[in-house]
């Protein structure tokens, strides 16, 4: 497929997308919470799919209408064995390793060979020979029980998040210590608050987690508009035009709406605002000096190779781009 792009002045009104991160987090939610749920500002994607698809062997039932989608929780039940799709999905299948076998004796993770080049390592020392990973294929057998959970968090916040759902299911209040650089700290921040708003009590002091398990409650709630996705109009709207960017909360935890303070800086620290890297480095090349990026190693394990993805393109265009140990 070609596509042409005439040079315009942009204008008018954009809604952005419903958070993908968020309504994960909310959808694991819903299919935890014994009865019915709804999710407002929804926006159906594979990924959000594939999630919520993993919990149909569980008893769960959904009906999406229009942005609207309702969760029936009544009949979640455990099963035997399980086989679960992850499809492209890291945070279907990071979120679920841990929370699933739960309700399992057996659970197989399946996916495309994209996701399985991502890490898993931190699962692996956690379960250790509970969880068999071969090929497109993960097998966990056991959950991980214990009082005091220890995880590295400088991988990916997607591991703390996956065993935050761990701990609150079950029946012993219990503690997470994120060892390590946290990577993308707000997103724990995002797993905390969507649980607060289903009944959970968790607590967090900077590397620690606090979890009082309580009974997992349904609720009724909106899905705010995604900072990662709006910073493509937010980049645009700088360097062509205003345009009128709909939907997004101000008062968000979404750490990437901090596009705005990041756009002219000299140096830009990309640890906890890795998703933002792409479009940040084209706006870079608009600029007449030379914009220098940290912490860009996350990049490389995302569905492909970010950087080099982006220095390819940019170089076509006459910019010049380069990378060398993780700057």
Same mark, same amino acid.
Request: glycine share 4%; aromatic share 8%; with cysteine.
């Given at each position: ?183 993308? &700290? ?5 797993? $905390? !608050?969507? +649980?607060? #708003? =289903? /009944? ?6 900077? %590397? ?95 569905? &492909? ?5 982006? $220095? !390819?393109? +940019?170089? #076509? =265009? /006459? ?6 140990? %993780?700057?």
């Amino acid at each position: 497929m070609k596509v042409i792009i005439y040079p315009s002045k942009t204008k008018g009104k954009v809604r952005v997308p419903c958070s993908k991160s968020i309504a994960h987090r909310y959808i694991i939610c819903a299919c935890l919470a014994k009865g019915i749920s709804k999710i407002e500002n929804y926006d159906e994607c594979i990924d959000t799919l594939s999630t919520l698809n993993a919990f149909l062997p569980f008893g769960i039932k959904y009906k999406i209408s229009g942005k609207c989608l309702t969760i029936d929780s009544t009949n979640f039940h455990s099963v035997d064995e399980v086989v679960i799709d992850c499809h492209e999905s890291a945070s279907t299948i990071r979120f679920l390793i841990p929370l699933l076998i739960n309700y399992a004796n057996k659970v197989t993770f399946m996916g495309s060979e994209v996701l399985f080049s991502r890490p898993m390592d931190e699962y692996v020392r956690l379960f250790g020979s509970n969880i068999k990973i071969s090929g497109n294929e993960i097998v966990v057998t056991k959950t991980v029980d214990s009082d005091t959970i220890y995880i590295d968090g400088s991988i990916s916040s997607q591991f703390v998040t996956g065993m935050i759902f761990n701990q609150v299911v079950k029946a012993h209040p219990s503690t997470i210590i994120i060892q390590g650089n946290i990577a993308s &700290s707000s997103y724990i921040d995002l797993t $905390i !608050d969507a +649980l607060g #708003k =289903f /009944g959970q009590n968790i607590k967090r002091d900077d %590397n620690v987690i606090y979890i009082i398990p309580s009974s997992i409650k349904p609720s009724n709630l909106e899905v705010e508009g995604d900072y990662t996705q709006a910073s493509n109009f937010i980049v645009l709207s700088k360097i062509n035009n205003l345009v009128d960017i709909v939907g997004l909360n101000k008062d968000s935890l979404q750490n990437d709406k901090l596009i705005y303070d990041l756009l002219d800086k000299d140096e830009i620290d990309l640890s906890n605002n890795i998703d933002l890297g792409p479009v940040l480095f084209a706006y870079a090349a608009t600029l007449p000096k030379t914009t220098k990026f940290t912490n860009t190693s996350r990049l490389i394990y995302k569905e &492909s190779n970010r950087v080099l993805a982006m $220095i !390819d393109n +940019l170089v #076509k =265009f /006459g910019i010049k781009a380069e990378v060398k140990n %993780n700057i």
